[in-house]
């Protein structure tokens, strides 16, 4: 069993950046990697970055690249997703998920775990 909980979501406008945060608790020493999806109003789920637990080796989604940067704390068991030039298009639901194994990559269905969610939204 794994709980994950998102904060530091919020209403920014455009150009702005937010830093949201994802405590991990429980049976932690069984995931091997973590990432942060989206979800807009009426859209499907997309993936965003995912970070593997034990190396730190990093995946972005093009949308993102170069914008977004995920880190990671163990010593917190906590993951980060610093957002930076943010514009409406990033307006979604983002949630943290968490994988038994590694390669897990941009499939949703790949992650066991996940939180409930934090709402981003940047107005123009």
């Known amino acids: 069993q794994v709980q994950l909980v998102e904060s530091g979501g919020g209403l920014v406008q455009a150009g702005d950046s937010l830093r949201l945060s994802c405590a991990a608790s429980?049976?932690?020493?069984?995931?091997?990697?973590m990432a942060w999806f989206r979800q807009a109003s009426g859209k499907e789920r997309q993936f965003v970055a995912n970070?593997?637990?034990?190396?730190?080796?990093?995946f972005y989604a093009d949308s993102v690249q170069g914008r977004f940067t995920i880190s990671r704390d163990n010593a917190r068991n906590t993951v980060y997703l610093q957002m930076n030039s943010l514009t409406p298009e990033d307006t979604a639901v983002y949630y943290c998920?968490?994988?038994?194994?590694?390669?897990?990559?941009?499939?949703?269905?790949?992650?066991?775990?996940w939180g409930q969610g934090t709402q981003v939204t940047v107005s123009s």
């Open positions: 970070i593997n637990w034990s190396d730190s080796g990093t």
């Open positions: 998920a968490a994988a038994r194994f590694l390669g897990s990559g941009w499939n949703s269905q790949n992650y066991a775990y």
């Open positions: 429980g049976r932690t020493f069984s995931v091997y990697t």
